[in-house]
């Protein structure tokens, strides 16, 4: 819905196409403000103070929107979404703004959910699912969920300010998606207003309990992906972290999910109102081996081999950022425990699991491993393998 300007005209040609009339929209529109004052329940945040707030996220881009409102209520954003298309203005919905291609600046009405779209819905622990509104904070959701021993694990390192709306909206990644997957893996159904004002619930493509409008538009995007299905196959990269464009690739088979097609979305198709989410068992034990690379090249290359393993993570930590955390009190003690000499680079790999001797091998093997590919074994409590050379695959611990 945060459609770019220059999209308009094109737009306003095609009248099947066009849900909504944009117009250049002043920023600070007074017009705009005071009908949303009067109509919305909620804060409605239009003057330079916080138009400059809300013109930077975590992104180099700076763009001034329009105004900003934040709803009090579901119903709230759903009547402001409504005005900004009546106003032919377009929409930007935005969670704690920490995605860093400045996907939540733009010269649009934002609709900020985190201060009051907050909620966690429903947890169903016997399901495993949580219903979530898209102003939940990650860690938030996850402190509620280990009483029954579960947890969400798109487990993104800004895990404390993201919330689940724009964690959908980017389609994220966690540190574990190696085994747990991003966003499109982890989200069953999205509850999605669209630009026309339908309010649907996206999910599975052979579900057909849906009203009609929301039916026509499976068929038509099963259609698209009947057409499109070998160009999809021979042109989507076979990544597990995939997280450009649209999920065309999820409308057929495995997957044949609508709410898919709006993760990673970025705003541009539908205002999310809820999210069903898929929950996962907490692993019960984990073990960590940290592996040190004399050259960043080499950390990167040789992590090909060390994900055949069946890690839980592999994270790559450079120089630059062990530096870093030296400098901090609060990290000192745990990088001198963890870190021996000066690597260029370190890879942090995880193994989790139910039982503990199986993940204890897994570092045995990890270790082993690194023997093989010419790198000495430091084994201590932790597990800490050492990588000695620069490159090659030959020879033998020393
Ligand atoms: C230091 C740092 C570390 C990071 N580490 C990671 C990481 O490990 N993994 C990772 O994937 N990302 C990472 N990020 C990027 C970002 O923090 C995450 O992707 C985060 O999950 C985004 O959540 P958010 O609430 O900030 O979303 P926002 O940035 O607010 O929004 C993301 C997108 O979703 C859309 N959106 C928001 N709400 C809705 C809604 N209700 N309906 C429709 N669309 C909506 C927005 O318009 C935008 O396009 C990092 C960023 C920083 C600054």
Not at 130 to 140: K, N, R, S
Not at 268 to 280: G, N
Not at 340 to 367: H, M, T
């Amino acid at each position: 819905m945060n459609a770019p300007e220059k999209v308009a005209d094109a737009v306003q040609s095609d009248a099947v196409l066009a849900p909504v009339r944009l117009y250049r929209a002043a920023p600070g529109d007074s017009a705009l403000a005071a009908r949303l004052r009067k109509e919305v329940e909620g804060e409605v945040l239009f003057d330079a103070a916080s138009r400059g707030r809300y013109s930077t996220d975590a992104s180099i881009y700076q763009i001034e929107p329009v105004g900003v409102v934040v709803p009090r209520t579901a119903e709230a954003a759903r009547i402001a979404v409504q005005i900004a298309a009546e106003s032919g203005v377009p929409v930007l919905p935005r969670g704690a703004g920490s995605s860093q291609c400045g996907q939540t600046v733009g010269a649009a009405l934002v609709i900020d959910n985190s201060k009051y779209l907050n909620r966690a819905i429903e947890i169903d622990a016997e399901a495993r699912t949580a219903l979530v509104q898209p102003g939940l904070v990650l860690d938030h959701l996850n402190a509620r969920l280990k009483q029954h021993k579960l947890w969400f694990p798109v487990d993104v390192s800004t895990s404390a300010q993201a919330t689940l709306g724009g964690m959908a909206g980017n389609n994220s990644c966690g540190s574990r998606s190696i085994a747990y997957g991003n966003m499109v893996h982890n989200v069953l159904a999205i509850d999605a207003l669209t630009a026309q004002g339908e309010r649907w619930r996206f999910g599975r493509m052979d579900d057909r309990s849906g009203p009609p409008g929301y039916l026509a538009l499976l068929d038509k995007l099963a259609a698209l992906y009947a057409r499109e299905k070998d160009e999809i196959e021979a042109r989507f990269p076979k990544v597990q972290r995939r997280v450009a464009g649209y999920n065309l690739d999820h409308l057929g088979p495995p997957h044949a999910n609508a709410a898919h097609l709006l993760v990673g979305s970025e705003g541009t198709l539908a205002y999310f109102e809820r999210l069903l989410l898929r929950l996962t068992p907490l692993p019960v034990h984990k073990t960590l081996g940290v592996v040190h690379f004399p050259t960043f090249y080499q950390a990167m290359d040789l992590t090909q081999h060390i994900v055949k393993l069946g890690p839980s993570a592999v994270e790559l930590v450079d120089r630059t950022m062990i530096g870093l955390a030296r400098d901090i009190a609060a990290f000192r003690k745990t990088v001198d425990a963890v870190i021996k000499g000066e690597p260029d680079a370190v890879l942090l790999v995880e193994f989790s699991g139910d039982e503990q001797v199986p993940l204890v091998a897994k570092v045995k093997q990890l270790v082993e491993l690194m023997a093989d590919l010419d790198c000495r074994a430091a084994w201590s409590r932790f597990s800490t393998p050492s990588c000695r050379r620069t490159s090659g695959r030959s020879g033998r611990p020393a």
